[in-house]
């Protein structure tokens, strides 16, 4: 019983996946918007990164979205990235809403504040690349024809999309998922189940977990059924290879659409 007790305990710590950043008193919403312009900088080239519970800080890793975003740089695509869990925080928005909204409304504020200040082209289209958590928002996103135009998206990408709320996928804009086949966080036989569909390219790649992009998880996150006896079992973890190619296939999926 304790140790059944034990792994409950593991699992909701990382199915939460993050730390939660902590909002300074006084800070504004745009505080965690963040634009990284392209190294051949074009306004109506763009892609905004929507990561997962933690935001743009993965444990101790600060580097890891603004290290994606200069490979999309290095192709010319500027990138908004959304603090979007510290932004929504700081906004102080009193509204009864569930995750996926919250999602969306932040996501709305940042690309208003990236247009209203020219970093954008506002009757530009662009994409997005959400991270676990960012699946919440990101999936109804991609079903909904209306938002999609409101909001200029013409392609969604997503790194191990969580669906909490088991929704079905049935875009209206092309959608790549990327996944690991040990996944033990977003299985996937959960992607499968409830996101092939037509306009849905999924990556899988077998050997990664959860996080196999993300280089500062090198030694992985992991728990044992038995302290310091049993087997090491990863929740977290990165994977070289799969993260080289499907930094491959989202580069060329992005340039693409």
Same mark, same amino acid.
């Given at each position: 019983?304790?140790i =059944?007790?034990?792994?409950l305990?593991?699992?909701? !710590?990382f199915?939460?996946?993050i730390?939660?950043?902590k909002?300074?008193? &006084?800070?504004?919403?745009?505080d965690?918007f963040?634009?990284?312009?392209?190294?051949?900088?074009?306004a109506s080239?763009?892609?905004?990164?929507?990561? $997962?519970?933690? &935001?743009l800080?993965?444990? *101790?890793?600060?580097?890891?979205?603004?290290n994606?975003?200069?490979? !999309? %740089?290095?192709?010319?695509?500027?990138?908004?990235?959304?603090?979007n869990?510290?932004?929504?925080?700081?906004?102080?928005?009193?509204?009864?809403?569930? +995750?996926?909204?919250q999602?969306?409304?932040?996501l709305?504020?940042? !690309? *208003?504040?990236a247009?209203?200040?020219?970093?954008?082209?506002? %009757?530009?289209?662009g994409?997005?690349? $959400?991270?676990s958590?960012?699946?919440? &928002?990101?999936?109804?996103?991609?079903?909904?024809?209306?938002?999609?135009?409101?909001f200029?998206?013409?392609?969604?990408a997503?790194?191990?999309?969580? %669906?909490?709320?088991?929704l079905?996928?049935?875009?209206?804009?092309?959608?790549l998922?990327?996944?690991?086949?040990?996944?033990?966080?977003?299985k996937?036989?959960?992607?499968?189940?409830?996101?092939?569909?037509?306009?849905?390219?999924?990556?899988?790649?077998?050997?990664?977990?959860?996080?196999?992009?993300?280089?500062?998880?090198?030694? &992985?996150k992991?728990?044992?059924? =038995?302290p310091?006896?049993?087997k090491?079992?990863y929740?977290?973890?990165?994977?070289?290879?799969?993260? %080289? +190619?499907?930094?491959?296939?989202?580069? +060329?999926f992005?340039?693409k659409?």
């Amino acid at each position: 019983m304790k140790i =059944i007790f034990k792994l409950l305990l593991i699992f909701s !710590l990382f199915t939460s996946c993050i730390p939660m950043q902590k909002v300074p008193k &006084g800070a504004k919403m745009t505080d965690f918007f963040h634009f990284q312009k392209a190294d051949n900088y074009d306004a109506s080239k763009w892609a905004v990164f929507l990561p $997962g519970t933690g &935001g743009l800080r993965i444990f *101790k890793d600060t580097t890891h979205y603004f290290n994606v975003a200069k490979k !999309l %740089n290095a192709e010319g695509i500027s990138v908004l990235l959304v603090d979007n869990v510290a932004a929504y925080k700081a906004s102080k928005r009193n509204v009864d809403e569930e +995750e996926p909204s919250q999602i969306l409304w932040t996501l709305e504020q940042a !690309l *208003k504040w990236a247009k209203e200040s020219e970093r954008i082209n506002p %009757n530009s289209k662009g994409s997005i690349v $959400g991270w676990s958590r960012a699946g919440l &928002g990101l999936i109804p996103l991609a079903n909904d024809k209306a938002q999609l135009g409101k909001f200029h998206i013409k392609s969604i990408a997503m790194f191990y999309p969580a %669906n909490g709320y088991e929704l079905k996928l049935k875009p209206k804009v092309p959608v790549l998922i990327m996944t690991g086949g040990r996944d033990k966080i977003v299985k996937i036989d959960d992607i499968l189940e409830h996101m092939i569909a037509e306009n849905v390219n999924i990556q899988v790649y077998d050997e990664a977990y959860h996080g196999y992009d993300v280089e500062s998880l090198k030694k &992985g996150k992991y728990y044992r059924i =038995i302290p310091f006896i049993s087997k090491k079992h990863y929740l977290l973890k990165y994977n070289q290879q799969a993260a %080289n +190619e499907s930094f491959e296939e989202l580069i +060329e999926f992005l340039k693409k659409q």
